[in-house]
């Protein structure tokens, strides 16, 4: 276990695996300047993938997801 530090308030630090495996998803699929990504999955990790990816320079992305309510 790592202690969360208490300046990190709990709502950001129930984020920290989510964005993790968000991070790990970008590395291994290293996009690059003029892809066009699509993420398949409007959960909380398919919606940080896609927020991640919103930031890299020149990547298009599109999220998909089955439920329309998403």
């Known amino acids: ?8 308030p709990a709502g ?3 984020l920290a695996g ?11 699929a290293a996009p690059l300047i003029g892809d066009r990504v699509s993420v398949v ?3 909380m990790v398919g919606c940080s993938v896609a927020a991640l990816l919103a930031r890299f320079p020149g990547v298009r992305v599109e999220l998909v997801d089955a439920d329309p309510a998403r």
């Open 18 to 28: 989510t964005v993790e495996t968000a991070v790990n998803a970008l590395w291994d």
């Open 1 to 8: 276990m790592t202690p969360v530090p208490p300046s990190v």
């Open 12 to 14: 950001r630090a129930v």
């Open 41 to 43: 999955g409007g959960g």
